[in-house]
């Protein structure tokens, strides 16, 4: 909690949203390769990025990434980024998307080329994360650890709706559940015992 | 619609998330004022962002604000960026979010001292943006235009619950809606009559 701060004036009014990814993560994408043509090398990447972010205290413990579905290509790693740049907009599946867009130029996933695009995210998406998916153009989410893992270290998921696959599937958005949640929910639970900030648990 | 793309590289893969306003808010913003101590006038503030933001042809027919709401003073403003920032993501509500939360160096604007902030928005925020709502820190929204408005225009508002603003009053956030509500949806009705992209009507 901060002491209270003088009022802002219009003169200071921000006008650039910026954030980066930690240095580390480039290179630790680059180690582990640049294909992965499998739904389960696609999480295990995401999951270790989960948890070096918090082996490395620059971010809560969720990794994301978007990949090439012809290829299993990865363009863009995402990790969660909400403390580190003061930006609760930034979770590790919005990272991912708003980085792949950038990298292909252009904000629907869906209209680029020929190909077709998968985020593949260590948690299931929060309903933030969710109402962001249809936008992005993505047609298919990986998921790792299940809502009930997140909110069992105690992180909240908001209001999302019982049906939400049901709901992606009839906007054309195949979603994969449970890829290697074991490792993907331990990863929540060790942040958990660790005693790591959970950002958005106020109890509510 | 683009032509396929080269198959990207690790090397390649992007680090920064980054993206500007468009040069004429500040000024615009600048001539409205610095304080606006009732909703309506901070409504009239974000729609007529919303119809300069068309009008500028920098992005798509929706503007919001964050206020202080201890003296109606402006702490961020946003225009939605989803076209000229290729960013599926920067829908105006997120934008003003993120650039308050930049401001006041804090990703939870409730824990900001003890004042407490609102945000204005054009029209009634998407599923995404509704989601975002809780984890930003705000303690009302206010809203003009409503989703069949936005809907009429011909963009999706995504999978909403019913009940959006029972489920935000219950975790202590006030909704206002139909401010200033006709003059909000004239803006996305003349941007619809007028051609404008809709860049996530894709007939779901």
């Not at 990447?45 to 989960?50: C, N, P, Q, T």
């Not at 985020?119 to 309903?127: D, R």
């Not at 809502?147 to 270290?153: K, Q, S, T, V």
């Amino acid at each position: 909690m901060r002491g209270p701060r003088p009022a802002p004036t219009v003169k200071g009014m921000p006008i650039r949203v910026s954030a980066r990814l930690p240095a580390w993560v480039s290179r630790f994408v680059a180690r582990a390769g640049a294909l992965f043509p499998r739904p389960e090398a696609q999480m295990a990447l995401v999951v270790a990025l989960s948890a070096e972010n918090v082996r490395r205290k620059t971010g809560g413990p969720f990794g994301a990434a978007v990949f090439d579905m012809d290829d299993g290509r990865i363009v863009s790693a995402g990790v969660n980024l909400v403390v580190s740049a003061n930006c609760s907009v930034l979770h590790a599946e919005i990272v991912a998307l708003a980085l792949a867009q950038s990298r292909l130029e252009h904000y629907d996933l869906a209209t680029v080329g020929s190909r077709r695009y998968a985020l593949v995210t260590s948690t299931e998406p929060c309903a933030m994360c969710l109402g962001a998916i249809p936008w992005s153009g993505v047609c298919v989410v990986v998921c790792g650890a299940r809502d009930e893992d997140a909110r069992h270290a105690g992180f909240d998921e908001g209001a999302k709706p019982a049906d939400w696959v049901r709901q992606l599937k009839r906007r054309g958005i195949t979603v994969k559940q449970d890829v290697l949640r074991t490792e993907a929910a331990t990863v929540l639970a060790n942040y958990a015992a660790g005693g790591g900030i959970i950002y958005n648990g106020r109890g509510w």
